[in-house]
């Protein structure tokens, strides 16, 4: 077992800080790198501690969920030194505080181990014994102004969680919260007081990885507050298979109780509680929690007081008139081992004792006859919005600094201010200050620019108009956000055939593949003016119509779109021999590798991944088997290889027309290969775990056929799919290129394995090289209008050009060499109209979606 340093003397410790050695080997953090067994956590505290010297210090520590800021703060705690916990992600907010409290120490982030910076010996702070932990108030990261919390108030709270929660030490819960906030630390003292394992990450619920990681350790529990349920929606939350879930909690301001019942009556379907919980800061953390059973029935409540602590209510003149006569609405005070010490202003207030024993919460709340308590409004000006507490007082006094007359108020989902309007000071340049103050995201914040601010007849502020500007400005908004959004979605239902369309679906959600993308994205620019560049997975709600059109006329085409637009002219061309430019198929797999991932490697579940899959191997293979019958019956020297899609399997080095489809072949093949990849839980949990770095292994394994070190007796080289694979995954790579680092080492790899590919033929080299680097580095390109629509509609019909071509282009080839390039693309244009009219008129066939690429080919050889 570890042991711990023994305490400064004149000061306590945190007990959940020194027995973390008696849970031995069970896992106490699991993060995307491994496992941190108790144990191991035990002894790096331990170390720490020691670094951290014997004499009380002041710890300024930038909250982060990693192990090395965890560890320095367990390290302090459980060695006695009173720790300032400051966010992480707000250099300002670390400058403010760092000025206004000297610290003794300065703890400052590291890829590994966090540096901690000694700024003198000893410590010229006096403190009292019980202080333990400095946090700003939600909403205040960088005023001065601080709660301070004793010993005895974290280990009461985090026992008080753990209790009503019934926390076991087999639970695992994600750290969905900054540390630095009051909710997100309650989840990591709560949990390893149990010997419980916490998911540690700063990733979001709206990234894929997260739901991976979570997966993989068998997460138990997830916390979040108001816009976590947001985001929780927007990603589909309510199909995921997460089997190892247990609880949800809710806390950080109000969420609506419609959202409570509905969450409450899926967590009773899929097997998990919601547990909707009540706090502040100045408690430590919670006050109140709503019994997972109550929810459905009492969803706007509260509930009940923790373990350990009461509320009272005290009559307050401004109660809410309606609800006073025999309610029983006063102002909820909270009395427990968790209510704070008190506020600190300035170091000197580090040595107070507990000056605050009950905690007026300044909240306005009745008891119902069921025993539950329910918030009814405010007592003081104070809102609390996303989890943020904000002092409107502070805001207009902040702007009065910068010479502006403002009136503040708003309520649980944004701010709103009216300004007097100022030379040189627009809505969004008053918003951008407040949002840098306060913390707040820009959505939160509205600003009326007025002539003269609302008054009452006494000459006081009129609040009540102020929040009446923002009431009328969403109304009307409103009623334009619905009118697009039922003009968006019935364009949706029309595009993709779907009767399921809602203002929260997006395009990949809906099944949307690369060929309805190239058509929808031209009917939303056309409403939309400009797409934005994650238009496919962005929500219906937040596409918006704008008032007017934009003035420029420049447009954005997507890279893979003109690609496979100039892929299947060049392609149809050379056939046709008006020019030549081949290597058209190669870059294609590269694009169709690239729209794989893009469209299919989504959040979705893998079984559902599998299924589209399989779709969109139906999908290309099945139109390609009915031309390829019709044109057997026209007298086309295919046979039935070539009806089978077999052909290129069979016949390897055949160069007659029984080549033409070998993309065809080739595309198909790799994606059954893909979908029996996926297939395997292994596999799926490797590619969400590592997006980027699994298409690049599969590029290496390509390249052993595409250099011939695994030995194909008898194969093409440049047609067969077992050769050509490694261009599908360069794509499939592309795709998960997130970073500048990436993208150059995907670049590297295509430079290095193209050349000689082909060999004499470096102007084929160089074509495929230069589409795949715009495809990496350039997502979009500059257009218009026009040229958007042309590029869509080739790129959209390329399979059925592609199909068609071989038989359209000889009828006119020795009248007009232009007349049969144009021949032909119009008749696979008008297949592929007729044949999309088709299968929507047909209900009884499958809904195929996701994957379909361009389809291209070459001059009466592999292109």
């Known amino acids: ?157 985090a026992e008080s969680i753990a209790t009503y929660l019934k926390i076991r030490d087999t639970d695992r819960a994600a750290t969905t919260l900054p540390m630095h906030y009051c909710y997100g630390l309650s989840v990591v003292h709560s949990h390893l007081l149990r010997g419980a394992g916490l998911v540690l990450t700063e990733l979001s619920v709206a990234d894929a990885c997260f739901w991976e990681l979570f997966r993989i350790s068998r997460g138990t529990a997830l916390a979040g507050v108001p816009y976590t349920f947001d985001l929780l929606d927007r990603v589909g939350f309510a199909e995921m298979d997460l089997p190892h879930l247990r609880y949800i909690t809710q806390a950080g301001g109000r969420l609506a109780p419609e959202r409570v019942a509905r969450y409450a009556e899926l967590g009773q379907r899929r097997g998990w509680d919601l547990f909707v919980m009540y706090g502040q800061t100045e408690a430590t953390a919670r006050m109140a929690y709503l019994p997972p059973e109550l929810a459905g029935e009492h969803p706007g409540s509260i509930g009940v007081p923790i373990p350990g602590g009461s509320f009272s209510l005290e009559p307050v003149e401004e109660a809410p008139v309606e609800e006073a006569p025999g309610h029983g609405v006063g102002e909820l005070v909270y009395s427990g081992p968790n209510v704070m010490l008190g506020y600190a202003d300035t170091p000197e207030d580090l040595a107070l004792g507990r000056t605050v024993v009950t905690l007026r919460t300044g909240d306005l709340a009745r008891r119902t006859e069921q025993g539950l308590f329910e918030i ?338 008898d194969r093409s080289q440049i047609t067969d799919a077992v050769t050509v694979f490694w261009l599908f995954a360069l794509g499939w790579a592309a795709a998960k290129a997130r970073t500048t680092p990436h993208r150059l080492l995907v670049t590297l790899a295509a430079l290095t394995t193209v050349p000689g590919f082909f060999p004499g033929e470096p102007r084929r080299e160089a074509f495929v090289l230069i589409g795949f680097a715009l495809l990496v580095w350039f997502p979009t390109l500059p257009s218009r209008h026009r040229i958007n629509q042309a590029a869509g509609l080739l790129a959209a019909s390329s399979l059925s050009i592609y199909l068609t071509h071989w038989q359209i282009y000889p009828i006119l080839d020795d009248v007009s060499e232009p007349l049969s390039l144009a021949t032909a693309i119009l008749f696979g244009i008008g297949y592929a109209k007729a044949t999309g009219h088709l299968t929507r008129k047909l209900p009884q066939l499958p809904r195929l979606a996701t994957l379909r690429p361009g389809f291209p080919g070459s001059r009466r050889m592999p292109s």
């Open 1 to 157: 077992m570890t042991l711990l340093p023994a305490p400064p003397a004149g000061g306590h410790t945190l007990p959940l800080a020194h027995g973390l050695a008696l849970y031995g080997d069970r896992p106490a953090l699991v993060t995307a790198d491994g496992m941190v067994s108790y144990s191991e956590l035990s002894r790096l505290v331990a170390d720490t501690a020691r670094r951290l010297g014997t004499g009380r210090r002041l710890v300024l520590l930038p909250g982060a969920n990693t192990v090395g800021a965890l560890v320095v703060h367990l390290a302090a705690l459980s060695a006695g030194h009173p720790v300032l916990l400051v966010p992480g992600d707000h250099p300002e907010a670390v400058e403010s505080l760092t000025a206004a409290y000297d610290p003794d120490i300065v703890v400052h982030p590291g890829t590994g181990e966090w540096r901690i910076e000694e700024r003198r010996p000893g410590s010229v702070h006096t403190f009292h014994p019980d202080l333990a932990l400095l946090l700003s108030t939600s909403g205040s990261t960088g005023s001065p102004k601080l709660v301070r919390l004793s010993y005895e108030n974290l280990q009461a709270n």
């Open 376 to 713: 009814v409004g405010r007592r003081s000006r104070f809102l609390k919005i996303l989890g943020m507490r904000i002092d409107p007082q502070q805001v207009e006094a902040m702007l009065e600094r910068h010479g502006l007359s403002a009136f503040c108020a708003g309520d649980d989902e944004r701010l709103v201010l009216a300004v007097v309007s100022k030379p040189g000071w627009d809505e969004r340049r008053i918003r951008r200050r407040v949002v840098d103050e306060c913390g707040l995201p820009t959505r939160a914040v509205a600003v009326h620019l007025l002539p003269d601010l609302p008054r009452l007849a006494s000459g006081k502020p009129d609040y009540q108009a102020v929040r009446a500007l923002d009431q009328m400005a969403r109304a009307d908004q409103l009623l334009v956000d619905d009118a697009d959004d039922d003009d968006l979605c019935a364009l949706y239902a029309r595009i993709l055939d779907r009767t399921d369309v809602t203002p929260e679906s997006t395009f990949v959600g809906l099944g949307g593949d690369s060929l309805s993308y190239v058509e929808m994205s031209l009917h939303l620019e056309q409403r939309l003016g400009r797409l934005p560049a994650s238009w496919h997975t962005t929500p219906i709600r937040d596409l918006r119509i704008p008032a007017s059109k934009p003035p420029s006329r420049i447009r954005a085409l997507e890279t893979s779109v003109a690609l496979r637009a100039v892929a299947i002219v060049c392609i149809v061309a050379s056939h046709v021999r008006l020019f030549e430019i081949r290597g058209g198929a190669h870059l294609l797999l590269a694009v169709a590798g690239f729209n794989f991932a893009r469209f299919l490697l989504t959040s979705a579940e893998r079984r559902e991944r599998v299924r589209r899959t399989g779709r969109s191997i139906a999908r290309i293979a099945l139109p390609c088997v009915a031309w390829t019958a019709f044109a057997i019956l026209i007298g086309a020297e295919y046979d039935l290889s070539n009806l089978l899609l077999l052909h290129n399997a069979l016949f390897p080095q055949d160069m007659g027309p029984g080549l033409h489809l070998w993309f065809v072949e080739a595309l198909v093949y790799i994606l059954l290969t893909v979908l029996a990849l996926l297939a395997v839980p292994a596999v799926d949990r490797a590619e969400r775990r590592f997006p980027y770095g699994l298409p690049l292994a599969l590029v290496a394994l390509g390249l052993l056929t595409r250099y011939e070190l695994v030995g194909l007796p």
